[in-house]
């Protein structure tokens, strides 16, 4: 496996929309667990969308029906589509791979990127 790199983060107006990249080169572990996560200063990294070996996809409640995740490549390329952004979605987002982080659980010992800040103001 090989180090994750997250893109396309940046500033966007209430009830805009953007879309998140990570990609990781050499990554060929298609089972393994694969999610977005995010963290606001002051809080807890939290889980925001994920795909789990068996190819089920979760959702953070405040996040369904908004943010779409998906893959491309067996899980190289996974994609985060933030539709409806609110102010509270201002967060550094993070993708991540690996069984630890199964089930959107937030877990150091899974590969992580190094983030890309989103900013939801007017």
């Known amino acids: 496996q090989a180090p994750l790199v997250e893109s396309g983060g940046g500033s966007v107006q209430p009830g805009g929309s953007l879309r998140l990249s990570c990609v990781a080169s050499g990554y060929t572990d298609s089972s393994s667990c694969v999610g977005w996560f995010r963290q606001a200063p002051g809080k807890e990294r939290e889980g925001v969308a994920g795909?789990?070996?068996?190819?089920?996809?979760r959702y953070a409640e405040s996040m369904k029906g908004r943010f779409t995740i998906s893959k491309a490549n067996a899980k190289t390329f996974l994609y985060l589509q933030m539709n409806s952004l609110k102010p509270e979605d201002t967060a550094e987002y993070y993708c991540?791979?690996?069984?630890?982080?199964?089930?959107?659980?937030?877990?150091?010992?899974?590969?992580w990127g190094q983030g890309t800040q989103v900013t939801v103001s007017s």
């Open positions: 991540a791979a690996g069984r630890w982080i199964c089930g959107l659980r937030v877990d150091y010992r899974a590969y």
């Open positions: 795909i789990d070996s068996d190819g089920s996809i």
